[in-house]
């Protein structure tokens, strides 16, 4: 009996390091202190003639002419926190500002001030991408001018790569209905990319839409992304210069630098905050959210050698 229950106990104690392990090698998607921000800047962000839905979070000088930010905000939020300084013209902040540098305003109501501190750290952004661009867990196929997706496994992340050719070859993205509350992160390639009008709102085979809050695009290897579309999901791409020429970004930007409205169009930004974990690379295991069906499994395995163990 001792002899049946030490190896039931091993079972277990094999069971709950699975478990552990399982969630410690879940794909982990932390944008440390953003929030709920529309964009989180490395250098200079500057706006002509358009507006954020959410909070601009800039490390260097933020430079806006006609530009009116974080339009949903309550009046006591904070809408700008930049470490460099800050030049208004016309245009409306709605909400309080962190200038650690100078305020110049022209044309339009009073600053309000408050202090905020954030950290800026661009090295855990590249090491995101660059981890996500190494962690695909799916294929894609090009099929009468859809990307396809093959999400027929079920998985709480997926993960596919569109290399620059695939990305001039598709109007639009399929997914299964399996994928449906799933995130998705689309690794994108190449160094200068320019995103033109297609169907960004992804799609299930049922043509049931994907909440941009769980899609991602990261633009692991850009040096510059142009936007002149409307993107449906967050835009991951720390080490570029994205320059918005239309349309919008329904999502959460992360960039080197964001520059819109100079070359004559510009690019909105709408808050749809990224479905993000909440942890950090510390290996902590206690919260990252998984598939309902891989907890129901091995739940299932864990209370029947448990049971087993208590017969013993």
Same mark, same amino acid.
């Given at each position: 009996?001792?002899?049946?229950?030490?190896?039931?106990?091993?079972?277990?104690?094999?069971?709950?390091?699975?478990?552990?392990?399982?969630?410690?090698?879940?794909?982990?998607?932390?944008?440390?202190?953003?929030?709920?921000?529309?964009?989180?800047?490395?250098?200079?962000?500057?706006?002509?003639?358009?507006?954020?839905?959410?909070?601009?979070?800039?490390?260097?000088?933020?430079?806006?002419?006609?530009?009116?930010?974080?339009?949903?905000?309550?009046?006591?939020?904070? $809408?700008?926190?930049?470490?460099? &300084?800050? =030049?208004?013209? #016309?245009?409306?902040?709605?909400?309080?500002? +962190? /200038?650690? !540098?100078?305020?110049?305003?022209?044309?339009?109501?009073?600053?309000?001030?408050?202090?905020?501190?954030?950290?800026?750290?661009?090295?855990?952004?590249?090491?995101?991408?660059?981890?996500?661009?190494?962690?695909?867990?799916?294929?894609?196929?090009?099929?009468?001018?859809?990307?396809?997706?093959?999400?027929?496994?079920?998985?709480?992340?997926?993960?596919?790569?569109?290399?620059?050719?695939?990305?001039?070859?598709?109007?639009?993205?399929?997914?299964?209905?399996?994928?449906?509350?799933?995130?998705?992160?689309?690794?994108?390639?190449?160094?200068?990319?320019?995103?033109?009008?297609?169907?960004?709102?992804?799609?299930?085979?049922?043509?049931?839409?994907?909440?941009?809050?769980?899609?991602?695009?990261?633009?692991?290897? $850009?040096?510059?992304?142009?936007? &002149?579309? =409307?993107?449906? #999901?967050?835009?991951?791409?720390?080490?570029? +210069? /994205?320059? !918005?020429?239309?349309?919008?970004?329904?999502?959460?930007?992360?960039?080197?630098?964001?520059?819109?409205?100079?070359?004559?169009?510009?690019?909105?930004?709408?808050?749809?905050?990224?479905?993000?974990?909440?942890?950090?690379?510390?290996?902590?295991?206690?919260?990252?959210?998984?598939?309902?069906?891989?907890?129901?499994?091995?739940?299932?395995?864990?209370?029947?050698?448990?049971?087993?163990?208590?017969?013993?």
């Amino acid at each position: 009996m001792f002899k049946k229950c030490g190896k039931t106990l091993l079972k277990l104690t094999a069971l709950s390091l699975y478990l552990i392990a399982f969630i410690a090698h879940a794909t982990v998607i932390d944008f440390k202190d953003m929030g709920d921000a529309n964009a989180y800047i490395f250098s200079e962000f500057t706006g002509l003639n358009n507006d954020s839905q959410g909070a601009l979070l800039v490390n260097e000088n933020i430079d806006l002419t006609g530009y009116t930010v974080a339009t949903l905000n309550g009046s006591d939020e904070l $809408a700008i926190a930049t470490n460099g &300084n800050l =030049s208004v013209n #016309g245009g409306d902040v709605n909400g309080l500002v +962190s /200038v650690a !540098g100078t305020a110049t305003i022209n044309n339009t109501n009073e600053l309000r001030s408050t202090s905020s501190n954030y950290e800026f750290d661009k090295n855990h952004f590249q090491k995101l991408s660059t981890n996500l661009s190494i962690s695909t867990n799916t294929i894609n196929t090009v099929k009468w001018s859809e990307l396809l997706i093959d999400t027929s496994t079920s998985r709480y992340t997926y993960i596919t790569n569109i290399d620059s050719n695939q990305l001039f070859n598709f109007n639009s993205v399929k997914t299964s209905e399996l994928a449906l509350g799933a995130r998705i992160v689309f690794n994108v390639s190449g160094e200068n990319i320019n995103l033109t009008a297609k169907d960004w709102l992804i799609k299930t085979a049922a043509y049931e839409s994907h909440d941009a809050k769980n899609i991602l695009f990261n633009f692991f290897e $850009a040096d510059t992304v142009t936007i &002149n579309t =409307s993107i449906y #999901g967050s835009v991951l791409a720390p080490n570029a +210069s /994205v320059i !918005g020429e239309g349309g919008m970004v329904n999502g959460q930007l992360i960039a080197n630098s964001f520059t819109t409205g100079t070359n004559g169009g510009g690019t909105q930004l709408n808050q749809a905050v990224f479905n993000s974990d909440t942890l950090s690379f510390d290996n902590t295991v206690d919260t990252i959210p998984l598939p309902k069906t891989n907890l129901m499994f091995i739940g299932a395995l864990f209370l029947i050698l448990l049971r087993r163990l208590v017969v013993c």
